[in-house]
């Protein structure tokens, strides 16, 4: 019996509490992920592939002002915006990446551009962003990407010193400099994993970066295996302390956990965001499994979050006492 096709969303983690922005806020981060897992939920039942209902969902989210990724994108120290993004097919385990591009307005279609028409899987800066315009990907002048909220951020993390809201400490230990910049330190990527009716997994993510970060630098959202996998068995999207998901391969971590281990999906998750803590690393995940098991892990105070089934109810969370406990 074929399980029922799912999609997992998530639009960033941190420390996010109750109190932290205003009910009205809190309306919107909640209206604008239902309305892309209506969408996403619709489509699967019509027959979509997993691969286009990622692609759909990361697109909406970047387009979406509240998250960091696309319009929404974080401004670098420099005053500009970087954009980075990755998307794999767990069938074929074809994959797609860009990074440090500038003025794309969906970089999850650009990282699709790369892993289709090129030869590569993952593409940077000026020569990514002249692939993706002779393959026609849309383009947007400089105020499309501006946002106050998002430049007040940048003004005050200039102000206290704060970088990308990381410290390095001893023993490889990495941990948060609490600020109340983005939502109470929120980690800003946005990502999607999603099972179809015929049994195929896909995974995307996109970020628009750290605020205050050094113009250049990548995190773990375009790096295959770090921020984003999939393969038969699992797909995986992250977000969190970029630098940690990269150094411990989180996203490929699970999956190798599952494929080699033959560890259930709760126990190589929930393996995973416990490695990330024990370096002192926060974040979370969204997967899903190829029997349509998805679990939604964090070890930051909340994550914007939400799933859904073909044939089911959408299920939407943001903190992290909410009911929705993140697995189904």
């Keep these: 019996m074929t ?22 806020a809190e309306r919107e981060f909640r209206d604008a992920l239902d ?21 759909q969902a990361v697109v909406m989210l970047e387009d979406c002002p509240l998250f960091n990724a696309g319009r929404g994108a974080a401004y670098t120290s420099a005053g500009t915006h970087e954009l980075d993004a990755a998307i794999m097919n767990g069938s074929t385990r074809a994959a797609g990446a860009v990074a440090c591009v ?9 990282a699709r551009m790369v892993m289709e028409d090129s030869p590569h899987v993952l593409m940077v800066g ?24 998002r430049l007040a951020q940048l003004r005050e993390a200039r102000e206290k010193g704060v970088f990308g809201m990381l410290a390095e400490q001893e023993a490889g230990r990495i941990v948060p400099l609490l600020s109340p910049l983005d939502e109470r330190t929120k980690m800003g990527t946005v990502g999607a994993v999603a099972l179809d009716r015929n049994g195929r997994l896909a995974s995307a993510a996109s970020t628009g970066g750290l605020t205050n970060k050094l113009p250049g630098r990548v995190g773990d ?72 098991g998805v ?3 964090f070890n930051s105070g909340g994550m914007y979050r939400g799933w859904t089934r073909s044939e089911g109810a959408r299920h939407v969370a943001i903190y992290g006492d909410e009911d929705m406990a993140g697995r189904a």
Excluded: W
Excluded at 129 to 147: D, K, M, N, Q, V
Excluded at 230 to 253: K, S
């Design 3 to 24: 399980p029922q096709a799912v999609l997992a969303i998530h639009g960033g983690a941190g420390e996010i509490v109750r109190g932290a922005f205003s009910s009205e």
């Design 35 to 55: 309305a892309i897992l209506e969408q996403g939920s619709r489509a699967l039942a019509q027959g979509a592939t997993a691969l286009d209902v990622v692609t």
């Design 102 to 110: 500038q003025g794309v307005r969906n970089p999850v279609l650009g």
């Design 126 to 149: 000026e020569g990514a962003t002249a692939f993706l315009r002779e393959r026609g990907a849309i383009f947007e002048p400089e105020s499309y990407f501006h946002s106050e909220r």
């Design 221 to 292: 959202t375009p790096v295959i295996g770090a921020g984003c996998y999939a393969d038969e068995n699992v797909a995986v999207a992250c977000t969190g302390m970029g630098e940690m998901f990269i150094r411990l391969g989180v996203a490929g971590g699970v999956a190798a956990r599952i494929r080699h281990g033959g560890a259930s999906l709760e126990a190589a998750v929930t393996e995973a965001i416990a490695e990330v803590g024990r370096l002192g690393g926060k974040g979370g995940l969204i997967a899903v499994d190829r029997a349509g």
């Design 295 to 297: 679990i939604l892990p």
